[in-house]
């Protein structure tokens, strides 16, 4: 199974809600990684978890809180968004030798995100 | 510095032409990996390639070739008779071995034509 599944697809959420997005890969892999993209942008890294442990917070705003549950699972729980959060919701999983970044990344599908 | 420069912004060409894509980069490191990644419209990134910087090989993957030049600090890709699949945005991507650092280029949208 080489695949990444991102749940939901799409999702709408008020400034006010509390939401989660939802990453799972079953690859063995033990980095993963969490990317915003912006339109006709390349993916931006957010967040990068290794062995289950959080490695790299790429000075993202606390409204986003990552979570690695186990090392299938990586959710991106969301609160108070602004709109400009608006955005594709890239995860992203890879073997991991020397640094995460040395392996090919699979990515999912991305949720696509909607601040109102 | 490390930097990922993919100076074409769009590339239209018609079907059955071959299309190359640029790929330059910048980086003080004597090790490092570069990548290349295809996005369909759908929006799933996929790779396609990595290449190590002491492997200068040239590699062919079917229509799909890259060209990897460390004297003119280069990896291009080369698309050989385009076909509409291949209409995505592709990016070139770079790391310095070891570090936790991936950089993208900006990309490029091919538009393939039937």
């Known amino acids: 199974d080489t695949e990444v599944t991102q749940t939901p697809k799409h999702l709408v959420m008020g400034m006010t809600n509390k939401k989660s997005l939802k990453c799972e890969q079953h690859m063995g892999h033990r980095a993963m990684y969490w990317y915003k993209q912006k339109a006709k942008k390349p993916p931006e890294l957010m967040f990068v978890y290794s062995y289950e442990k959080l490695s790299i917070n790429e000075s993202v705003p606390s409204r986003f809180s990552p979570e690695c549950p186990n090392s299938s699972l990586l959710n991106l729980h969301l609160h108070a968004l602004q709109p400009e959060d608006s955005a594709l919701y890239l995860c992203?999983?890879?073997?991991?030798?020397?640094?995460?970044?040395?392996?090919?990344?699979?990515f999912g599908p991305g949720t696509r995100l909607t601040v109102l | 510095a490390q930097k990922v420069t993919q100076a074409q912004t769009e590339i239209s060409v018609v079907e059955k032409e071959d299309v190359t894509l640029d790929c330059v980069y910048e980086?003080?490191?004597?090790?490092?990996?570069l990548f290349w990644y295809k996005q369909p419209p759908s929006g799933e990134l996929v790779f396609l390639i990595r290449?190590?910087?002491?492997?200068?090989q040239n590699e062919i993957s079917g229509r799909y070739s890259w060209n990897f030049q460390k004297s003119t600090s280069s990896f291009n890709f080369t698309i050989t008779a385009s076909q509409v699949v291949d209409s995505a945005v592709y990016f070139c991507?770079?790391?310095?071995?070891?570090?936790?650092?991936?950089?993208f280029g900006s990309g490029t949208k091919l538009n393939v034509k039937p």
């Open positions: 290449r190590n910087s002491f492997d200068e």
């Open positions: 980086t003080r490191d004597t090790t490092y990996y």
């Open positions: 991507a770079l790391t310095p071995v070891g570090f936790n650092k991936f950089y």
């Open positions: 992203a999983s890879s073997q991991e030798t020397r640094g995460p970044f040395d392996n090919e990344q699979f």
